[in-house]
């Protein structure tokens, strides 16, 4: 591995004061400044090719925050326009000063008119009968206690699902063994989500894996098949990840690395990314042998920088590298808040190499791209779709 990473924040001041250092022999030298084409760089970074996210349903949706979130066992069922019993008024008929006739509306008695020769009014029509509307139906979830609606709200992925009031069976996790369990109805629930959860003894800093399988077994007699998403709590009880298997009918695989911010007991929160549903699973935890160059943490904003092609904001970190050197980059977004997109740019703005997942994932990898000279290079970091934002994780290797 190289140790010539040297990482900055982009926010560094382009004309900053040059640095005067001493040799052995006491010979003045100038020491370059962090960024010396700062324009160049610039016009790169807004040059960047826009990435259309796939128009499915498997893109990653933020929830708008005025609209309620309906899951599959808390259907919120539309209500029926409100009726009306009185008659729209018409403008004047051509030629006329009173308002042309119009036809009566559904459930309301039409207006008489005089007999022609006569001053008495004919009986007006009846309005045809309708069937009265038959009152909805709610489903109710099974296996509730009572046949009643759990409360579900509106999800946020930093909240715990561990609910100090109520009890929890722990179950232990080591480093050498795989978890095996089967989701249940009966098993811990909190908003609409069936848990198992799992304790396992860190140190700060250290760095792990953590895997979850879900099971694709959809056999009529018993259907197991699940899609993972786990929850990280540190020893203080915060969410500090939340991670699926994707959000495809076919992603069972929820793998994550992850720095461990103090010594503890840890626990994985085990479940599914849709509400309601149990499973098979198989859970995995190790330790992570790379030796990173660079791992920093860090939030996109839509306070920030923003990119002018897509609106979408961006982060630069910056780093020396030498020709002919292997670098791999990762981002994660923490809490599966927006779809990544990396760019490594080189020291004239030029696009090194670029990556990001079109299929809805939450990870974008740079793999072993080779740096074509020595110098500064720039790492830009944004989203795939528009205006999303949110915690993510860099890591350079």
Not at 203 to 208: K, P, V
Request: proline share 11%; aromatic share 6%; charged share 20%.
């Amino acid at each position: 591995m190289f140790s010539s990473f040297l990482v900055a924040s982009y926010s560094l001041p382009v004309n900053a004061l040059m640095v005067e250092i001493l040799d052995d022999k006491n010979t003045l030298l100038i020491a370059k400044t962090p960024d010396e084409r700062p324009e160049i760089v610039q016009q790169g970074i807004e040059e960047i090719p826009v990435i259309n996210p796939p128009q499915t349903s498997e893109t990653p949706q933020q929830p708008s925050p005025t609209q309620e979130e309906t899951t599959p066992i808390n259907p919120q069922p539309a209500e029926p326009p409100a009726s009306s019993n009185t008659i729209q008024p018409t403008s004047p008929a051509p030629g006329s000063e009173t308002a042309a006739p119009t036809s009566p509306a559904p459930g309301t008695v039409a207006p008489t008119r005089p007999v022609p020769g006569t001053g008495t009014a004919a009986p007006a029509r009846p309005a045809p009968r309708t069937a009265p509307r038959s009152p909805v139906v709610t489903p109710q979830p099974r296996n509730q206690p009572g046949n009643t609606q759990p409360q579900i709200t509106r999800e946020d992925p930093r909240t715990s699902p561990l609910v100090p009031s109520r009890e929890v069976n722990y179950r232990q996790l080591n480093y050498v063994d795989i978890a095996l369990g089967v989701l249940a109805p009966g098993d811990y629930e909190y908003n609409g989500r069936h848990f198992h959860f799992y304790q396992f003894e860190g140190r700060e800093n250290q760095l792990i894996q953590i895997r979850l399988l879900g099971s694709g077994d959809r056999r009529r007699s018993s259907n197991l098949s699940m899609q993972p998403l786990m929850y990280l709590l540190d020893p203080d009880g915060n969410v500090i990840l939340r991670r699926g298997g994707g959000i495809g009918p076919g992603s069972r695989d929820a793998f994550e690395f992850v720095r461990l911010p103090a010594d503890g007991t840890y626990v994985v929160g085990v479940t599914t990314r849709d509400r309601g549903n149990t499973g098979r699973y198989s859970l995995a935890l190790r330790n992570d042998r790379a030796s990173y160059t660079v791992d920093e943490k860090d939030n996109l904003s839509t306070t920030g920088p923003i990119l002018r092609r897509n609106r979408s904001p961006y982060n630069v970190s910056q780093f020396e590298g030498e020709k002919g050197q292997l670098v791999s980059i990762r981002v994660d977004s923490t809490f599966e808040e927006f779809s990544p997109y990396v760019v490594l740019l080189d020291s004239q703005g030029k696009i090194v190499a670029t990556n990001n997942d079109k299929d809805g994932k939450f990870s974008a990898l740079i793999d072993r791209a080779k740096l074509p000279e020595d110098g500064t290079y720039y790492v830009v970091v944004t989203s795939v779709s528009p205006g999303q934002a949110g915690a993510y994780r860099l890591t350079i290797f």
